[in-house]
C-alpha cells in the first residue's frame, strides 16, 4: 500500500488532469475527496474508484472518459511507467480549443488583399446608402469586403424574444392572486381589518429559444454568416440552445459561449466534421427530437430551422419527426435563404415534406429579412398558433 | 440515535434487506453521502428507482422521508413555511373581542412559531425530528431557476431566516437526496455541493433479481422471459425505452392475467404497460416482437 503522503499527491494530480481534460473539477471537491479517502478502504480498487467518481464526475457525458483515465493513471501509477496514452487524451482536448478555423482565415486574408489593393472599395461601403443597398443584398452575393460590414452590422443588432407568464408569482400593484401575508400585515396598522388588499401576479420571462441549423452543402453561401447569426444573437439571450447538422447533428451551444466571435466560430468549425456534405434533414431532426428535446424544449422554447430544404434522406421520417417536433414546441419557424428569390417556390420534397408543420415560413438571405425576423420573435402573443390535426401523407403507407 | 452507518458493506446490506437491488457503486455514493455530510445528486432516466433510494434509505437508516415535490413556480410559500392567516384573523378578531388589542405585541402574537405551517424544507431542518430526517428534493429538473437558486442557499449551510421569527438552523443536517430526469441541465452551482450519481438500467440478472423482490407472486420461468424481452427492447430505437418501474407494472400485469409464458399475442395486447408512445407500439408490434422473441428462443431453449 502507498503511503497516505504519496496517494494525497497522486489524487490532487488525477484531480488536476481530470480538470485539464475539461472536467469540472473544483477545490473543495478535491478536500473532499481527501476527506473520502479516509473512509474508504483504497486497498480495494472499484471502491476507491467509485468514491472517486461519485465526487469528481457531475455529468453523466464524462464517466466513460473518467473510467478510462482512472485505468490509465493508477495503472501508470503502479508501474511508475511514463503516460503516453494520456498525453495524447491531453492533446486531444487540447486540440480542438486551439485548431484555428482554415476557411475563416483564408477569408480574412483575401479581405486584407481587396483593401490593400484598393482601399476606396473598402472605405465606400461604409457610407449609409451603401449600407441600405447592403442591407437588402443576398447574403450569397455579398463581396468579402462587404461580409465584413455585414458581420459588423450584424453585432449591432438588437434581439428580444417575447415572453411568457410563468406559474411563479411576484408582488404586484395589481394581479390575480391575493397577497395574504402582505394584507394581514399591512392592514394590522388599521387594527387588522383586511381593507387594502396586496396582490400577487404572475412573473413574465422570455421563452428560450432553440436554432436548428443546416450546414450542409447547398447552404454552403449562407452558413458562415448564419453562424455569425446565431452567435450574436446567442450573446443577447441567455437562454438560447443551438445545432448544426448535415448527415449528423451536432449541439454548438458550449462553443459559442466564447466572448470572442472568431474564437467561438473558429471553435464550431474547428468542431464540425461533415461541413458542406449531403443533407438529412429527417435523422438530424430525430436525432434532436430523441436525445435533446426533452432537455431543451422544457419552457415553452420556440423553435429556428435554417434550411433550403434540400433533403437526401428519409422522406417518411422527416415528415414523422416535423410532426413530433411541432407538437413539442411552442412555435416553429422554418428559414429558409432560397425564400428570398421572388421565383423561389417550394417543390423540393423536403420542403412540401415540412410545410405542413411549420407554423411560420420566412427567409433568411439578407440583413432586412433578419429583422423582420428579430420583429416576429418579439411579439409571437400570448396565444398558440393555430394548428389543424392532419394526416400523414407519407408515413401512413407504411 | 439509531441506525449509525459505518461501512459501504453495511450500505449494501441494508438496501438488500429493503429490497432494493443496485449496484455496489452506488452503496458508495450513499456512504460517503451521509459521511461527508454532502447532499447526494441522483439522475438517471424516469423509471429507474431514483425515488425509490431515498424511501429505502429512510426506511433502513430508521428515520422520516420528508419528500418535497418540485414543480415550475414552486415558491417559499409551499416549500419552507407559511402563515396560518386564517388563524391569524381569527386571532386578531379575539383581541379585538377582549379589547386589549395593541399594535406591538399583535403582531408578536400573531406572527409566533404557533401560527407558523412548516412545509417540507423547514421540517427537514427544524431539529423536531431526532435523529435528522431524510429529505428527497424529487424532480429537481421541474422545477425553475429561482427555485434552483434557493435550495442552493439552503444546502450550502442548512440554515433558513424567517424574518419575524429569526434564524432556524438544523442542529444535524439531514440526508439530502435530489433526483433530476435530466429534462434540463441543473446549474453547476448546486451540483458542486453534491454528489452525484448516474442511476443506468439494470443488467438482466439484475432485473431479475428486481423483479422476484418486487412481484414475489411472479412464476421464475416468466420473470426471465420479461426481462430478455425488455433488456433486449431497449436496445430497439425507441423515443422512451421503458424504466424498470414499467417492467414491473408489466410482470404485474402478465401475472394478473395469469400468464405462465410470453406469447406474442399476450404481448401486443399488454404492450402499453411498457410504453407510452404511439410511434413506439407501432415500432414495436409485429417484426420486431417477432423478432425478440426468437432471438429468445434461440439462446434460451
Not at chain 1, 503516460?83 to 475563416?104: D, M, N, V
Request: charged share 30%; proline share 4%.
Amino acid at each position: 500500500m502507498e503511503d497516505q503522503g504519496h496517494l494525497l499527491r497522486n489524487m490532487i494530480l488525477f484531480a488536476r488532469l481530470l480538470r485539464d481534460l475539461g472536467m469540472n473539477v473544483t477545490t473543495t471537491r478535491i478536500i473532499d475527496l481527501v476527506e473520502a479517502a479516509k473512509h474508504v478502504n483504497i486497498g480495494y480498487r472499484k471502491d476507491f474508484r467509485d468514491a472517486v467518481q461519485t465526487i469528481l464526475v457531475s455529468r453523466r457525458e464524462h464517466l466513460a472518459l473518467f473510467h478510462r483515465v482512472f485505468d490509465l493513471f493508477w495503472q501508470a501509477g503502479e508501474k511508475r511507467g511514463s503516460f503516453p496514452e494520456l498525453g495524447l487524451l491531453l492533446r486531444r482536448s487540447h486540440q480542438i480549443k486551439e485548431q484555428p478555423a482554415l476557411q475563416t482565415h483564408a477569408e480574412d486574408h483575401h479581405l486584407q488583399q481587396v483593401s490593400a489593393s484598393d482601399p476606396r472599395e473598402a472605405a465606400k461601403i461604409r457610407t449609409y446608402s451603401a449600407q441600405e443597398v447592403l442591407r437588402q443584398k443576398d447574403f450569397a452575393e455579398l463581396t468579402p469586403a462587404e461580409r465584413e460590414e455585414v458581420k459588423r452590422l450584424m453585432q449591432d443588432m438588437t434581439w428580444e424574444v417575447e415572453q411568457h407568464r410563468t406559474r411563479r408569482t411576484i408582488q404586484g400593484s395589481r394581479g390575480a392572486y391575493l397577497d395574504m401575508r402582505r394584507t394581514l400585515r399591512h392592514n394590522l396598522r388599521q387594527g387588522g381589518e383586511p381593507l387594502l388588499l396586496r396582490w400577487r401576479r404572475r412573473k413574465h420571462r422570455r421563452r428560450p429559444l432553440v436554432v436548428i441549423c443546416d450546414i450542409s452543402g447547398s447552404m454552403e453561401p449562407y452558413s458562415r454568416l448564419l453562424l455569425q447569426f446565431i452567435f450574436v444573437i446567442n450573446s443577447r439571450l441567455q437562454k438560447m440552445e443551438a445545432f448544426v447538422f448535415g448527415t449528423r447533428l451536432m449541439r454548438i451551444t458550449r462553443h459559442l459561449k466564447e466572448r470572442d466571435v472568431d474564437q467561438a466560430l473558429s471553435q464550431v468549425t474547428g468542431a464540425i466534421q461533415d461541413w458542406a456534405g449531403g443533407t438529412r434533414i429527417g435523422e438530424a431532426l430525430k436525432n434532436f427530437n430523441y436525445d435533446w428535446a426533452r432537455r431543451v424544449l422544457s419552457q415553452g422554447a420556440i423553435v429556428l430551422i435554417i434550411s433550403d430544404g434540400w433533403d437526401r434522406g428519409n422522406i417518411q421520417l422527416l415528415e414523422k419527426e416535423m410532426a413530433r417536433l411541432q407538437r413539442s414546441c411552442r412555435r416553429l419557424i422554418w428559414l429558409n435563404p432560397l425564400l428570398g428569390s421572388p421565383r423561389y417556390e417550394p417543390l423540393t420534397r423536403g420542403i412540401r415534406t415540412a410545410l405542413p408543420y411549420i407554423d411560420d415560413f420566412l427567409p433568411v438571405h439578407n440583413l432586412t429579412s433578419l429583422e423582420q425576423l428579430g420583429k416576429l420573435l418579439e411579439r409571437l402573443g400570448e396565444h398558440r398558433p393555430l394548428r389543424r390535426q392532419m394526416r400523414m401523407r407519407f408515413s401512413e403507407v407504411a | 440515535m439509531s441506525q449509525e452507518i459505518k461501512s459501504i458493506d453495511q450500505v449494501e446490506e441494508g438496501l438488500r434487506q429493503e429490497h432494493y437491488i443496485a449496484d455496489r457503486s452506488l452503496a458508495t455514493s450513499i456512504f460517503l453521502s451521509v459521511k461527508l455530510k454532502k447532499p447526494l445528486f441522483l439522475e438517471g432516466e424516469a423509471g429507474v428507482g431514483k425515488t425509490e433510494v431515498a424511501k429505502v434509505l429512510a426506511s433502513m437508516l430508521k428515520r422520516k422521508l420528508i419528500r418535497l415535490q418540485c414543480y415550475e413556480g414552486l415558491d417559499v410559500n409551499t416549500a419552507v413555511y407559511e402563515w396560518n392567516y386564517s388563524r391569524q384573523m381569527l386571532q386578531i378578531r379575539l383581541l379585538e373581542a377582549s379589547g386589549n388589542i395593541h399594535q406591538e405585541s399583535t403582531v408578536q402574537d400573531i406572527f409566533g412559531p404557533e401560527f407558523l405551517l412548516k412545509r417540507p424544507l423547514l421540517q427537514a431542518i427544524d431539529g423536531t425530528e431526532d435523529p435528522a430526517p431524510v429529505l428527497l428534493v424529487d424532480e429537481l429538473d421541474r422545477a425553475d431557476e429561482e427555485f434552483e437558486a434557493f435550495l442552493l442557499e439552503i444546502l450550502s449551510d442548512f440554515q433558513i431566516s424567517i424574518p419575524e421569527i429569526g434564524t432556524i438552523k438544523a442542529e444535524e443536517p439531514p440526508i439530502v437526496l435530489i433526483t433530476s430526469n435530466r429534462t434540463r441541465e441543473i446549474h453547476d452551482a448546486l451540483k458542486r455541493r453534491c454528489l452525484y450519481y448516474w442511476i443506468d438500467y439494470p443488467s438482466f440478472e439484475k432485473e431479475h433479481q428486481i423483479i422476484l423482490a418486487k412481484v414475489p407472486e411472479a412464476p421464475q420461468h416468466l420473470a426471465g422471459e420479461v426481462v430478455a424481452f425488455v433488456q433486449e427492447l431497449r436496445r430497439e430505437d425507441l423515443y422512451k425505452r421503458p424504466g424498470v418501474a414499467e417492467t414491473l407494472d408489466w410482470v404485474s400485469a402478465l401475472v394478473a392475467l395469469d400468464q405462465k409464458t410470453l406469447t406474442e399475442e399476450m404481448i401486443e395486447d399488454t404492450l402499453g404497460a411498457l410504453l407510452k408512445y404511439q410511434d413506439d407500439l407501432e415500432h414495436t408490434k409485429g417484426p420486431v416482437t417477432q423478432r425478440i422473441l426468437s432471438q429468445r428462443a434461440g439462446v434460451r431453449p
